[in-house]
DNA sequence: TTGAAAGCGCTAACAA
DNA sequence: TTGTTAGCGCTTTCAA
């Protein structure tokens, strides 16, 4: 059980060990003789090479920290997984570790990553607050947050134009007739969605609609939350044609509560979400909705955070990506 | 930019490194004065100690490797998060790998699992094949298997008893009056498919149903398989007035493929599925199903890897769980 | 082209 | 109670 060393093959191939660590790296100063041979006997020996020994004197740990709220989310699971397949595609492997939410988490979890070596940190942050309480890892750490983002913060960040994003539903829902649009659910002190809701107010202004909220703050994401607010909203008067979800799952709860009060969408009202999570692509679901194009976040958070370790430039990057609409069914032209 | 190291304390504090290093364990043989001193130092400091370094005399990493099909599968999301809670709070974390369910990639991903020195790995197998192509790594490195199993295998693994659970999903649509009950849907070469269809057939025969099928081999589970096959079974007479779905996904391509069709469920069929992953819970899928504990079975994978970790003892272990049916909307009594 | 030796940051056995 | 030292497996100067 006991692993084979780089002194191992070196006593067999009967030459010093730093010959064979220039053997393996596919140094230029050794004879390919002596690398054929060498890398034969390894091949015999089943030797693997001991990575974190070689971190230790590279300084580098080829890994890469992802902490995420929590990957049980869909929109996480996502990101997630294309991060991997960034991260592996480019040599590095990933370290995750879920921060529930909790910002006191996310703080010994940056402890730990540090501890851990890793060359750079993928967060998404439960808030905008994360940024504040991180700041003191921030220098000592590259680090690039996804998802939630501060408007002007000095940090590197890749994050989808929520603002635009907003606008852009509102104006699918305007070409499709509607002229009476409630926005609906907020998440306490999210930048994110403090963004939604004025690219929604701005459209309203633009197309001289007049705003609707029914966004008391809740205090995470879910679909219970949503669930729990539409029942209070769908009890009173319809003074709408359409809602525009704040995101994808606040919708979902709203169709839950429409489902039970035997209202239909989009029969009765039309329902827009945000961020695409997979569950929206359900069959029975079928919501339309703007979507963060999370493959591409990963693949832009992975290439500018690696950028930044490799090219060793300290500073940072605001990567803004375009939301686009997905039609679904969960929109109809509004009835007359 | 450059990290405080246990020198630098030492330095500092006027005491040889070794001192620090007992300060920082915790170790009794050393005075409660020095140490609070020592202790005072690395927090002003601002000292992490280096995990890597740490590991190469411990010869323990405190790392996992997790290797799954694909993280963005929802079954597989659920199961990571709670593998990350239960082996953090047992002091590991995870170095997470998607297989893609490729078993040359399985096997690449030992192999870094391996040269990174993992403690161990848990991995949730391409299929039971992937049992034999792993042999060789199988002996090097603590290895649970989750999900996939295989009927004799000299290995540990966590699994559901699917067996059980088709027999008790069919004994309960029998309870609703049904009688004929169609089974739907299988992955290729997959034991865990097979024991379910074993247990759907041997509860047939107790209960004196004739089995049907409609479970033409499928390379992977996924919605799309599932709808293709129902849209071809749909089209055709019913001679059933329940469908066992083999996964819950394989259930979600049918209701799609009955929702097109305008067949609704459960008014013209019941439709059970098996898996309980997140999607059926969602609102208007609200799909009745037979659970994995989830939560159980990465708790379960974790204790049994880290125990046999930590006591050094050869051997495996196999946890059958006991799987349970989850009462949804999407089955109902046969109606006459 | 190869070998010897130092050192990465830490733990632990042994001395003092 | 504290210090000295060896060594974990590797890369990389510097010499030969």
Same mark, same amino acid.
């Given at each position: 059980m006991k692993a084979v060393t780089i002194k191992d093959i070196a006593k067999t191939a009967g030459v010093s060990y730093s010959t064979v660590s220039r053997a393996l790296s596919g140094s230029?100063?050794?004879?390919a003789e002596t690398r054929e041979r060498i890398l034969e006997i390894c091949k015999q020996m089943n030797y693997t090479p001991n990575t974190v020994a070689r971190a230790m004197v590279m300084?580098?740990?080829k890994l890469l920290g992802l902490i995420l709220t929590?990957?049980?989310?869909p929109f996480m699971s996502e990101l997630a997984y294309h991060i991997d397949r960034q991260a592996r595609a480019r040599g590095y492997n990933i370290v995750l570790c879920n921060s529930s939410r909790n910002t006191e988490q996310e703080r010994e979890l940056f402890e730990l990553m540090l501890g851990r070596q890793v060359d750079g940190i993928i967060i998404c942050p439960s808030g905008p607050e994360s940024y504040e309480s991180l700041r003191p890892y921030l220098s000592r750490i590259p680090t690039v947050f996804v998802g939630e983002n501060l408007r002007e913060a000095p940090e590197s960040y890749v994050s989808v134009d929520n603002y635009r994003g907003a606008y852009i539903g509102v104006e699918y829902l305007y070409n499709l007739g509607h002229r009476d649009i409630l926005y609906f659910g907020r998440r306490r002190g999210s930048t994110t969605h403090q963004l939604r809701a004025e690219g929604y107010a701005a459209a309203c202004r633009d197309l001289q609609l007049t705003a609707q909220y029914c966004n008391n703050a809740f205090p995470a994401t879910s679909i219970k939350y949503g669930y729990q607010l539409a029942k209070q909203l769908l009890s009173?008067? +319809?003074?709408?044609?359409a809602i525009f979800a704040a995101t994808d799952t606040n919708a979902l709860g709203i169709m839950q509560a429409a489902e039970e009060s035997g209202i239909r969408i989009p029969e009765d009202f039309s329902l827009l979400g945000f961020d695409?999570? +997979?569950?929206?692509?359900l069959p029975r679901i079928q919501l339309t909705t703007v979507e963060q194009p999370k493959k591409m976040m990963a693949s832009v958070a992975v290439d500018s955070l690696l950028d930044r370790i490799q090219s060793e430039v300290a500073g940072y990057t605001h990567r803004i990506l375009m939301p686009t609409l997905i039609e679904r069914s969960s929109c109809a032209p509004r009835p007359f």
């Open positions: 230029p100063e050794i004879s300084k580098s740990t929590g990957v049980n989310n009173q008067q +319809r003074t709408f044609t695409n999570i +997979r569950d929206s692509s």
